[in-house]
């Protein structure tokens, strides 16, 4: 498994670095060094997404998960999938709006869990998220790939 996890879509960062971090991803893309790109904080509402189609060329398949707010466009987070793992994904689930996400993928009897977090920056909402985060999450899975911006440093 290749994953990728870039932080921004339509964030200022993003827009400062857009042409060299797509001329990277599309180079990972085309030499098929990407099999999962997990995203966070994309800032895009579910509109804006449905306009938006498909993100990646060729055969991906992708699970967004719209941002939140009022205008649900802080945050936001997004797993693709790229084709030849499509038939090996059993779950996807949000688990936290805008925040948290999880695809359970199944390869030879082996359940792999790829959870997406995009963590709150104030010190008092990251201990609520992580508390809720073990509420909801799927128990039963034999490994773990987590990935995202946990704001912890």
Known sequence: ?????????????????????????NKGLIAGQIDFLLIQEHHLNARQIDCCGSLLKGDWQIFWAPGYGSSENQGGICIAVHGMWK?????QEILIPGRAQVIVVKEKGVEWGL????????????????????????????????GGDFKML
């Open 1 to 25: 498994m290749k994953i990728w996890n870039i932080r921004g879509l339509g964030g200022s960062h993003w827009k400062r670095k857009r042409s060299r971090l797509m001329q990277e991803l």
């Open 87 to 91: 038939s090996c994904i059993v779950r």
């Open 115 to 146: 959870l997406n977090l995009y963590a709150p920056n104030h010190l008092s909402s990251r201990a609520q998220f992580w508390e809720s985060l073990l509420l909801y999450m799927p128990i039963k899975i034999d490994h773990w790939i987590i």
